[in-house]
């Protein structure tokens, strides 16, 4: 492998489609949103994000018992 990167106008959306290939309860929405798929049934929803740069790192927390969401960018 030469390259972690493969192309920096796509590193996100790169990124997160291969969270999504690998964790199947999760759904990425507009590039940009990570989601559970497995919806809560009461309580409120916990979401996070963080500035541009360390992405995608608040959506390796998206899963049950921690983050319901999380916004990159």
Partial sequence: MKKLVQDKQHFLKDMLEGM????????????TIVVRQSKKQSGVAIVSGGGSGHEPAHAGYVASGMLDAAVCG
């Fill in 20 to 31: 999504q290939y690998a964790n199947s309860d999760i759904e990425v929405i507009h590039d």
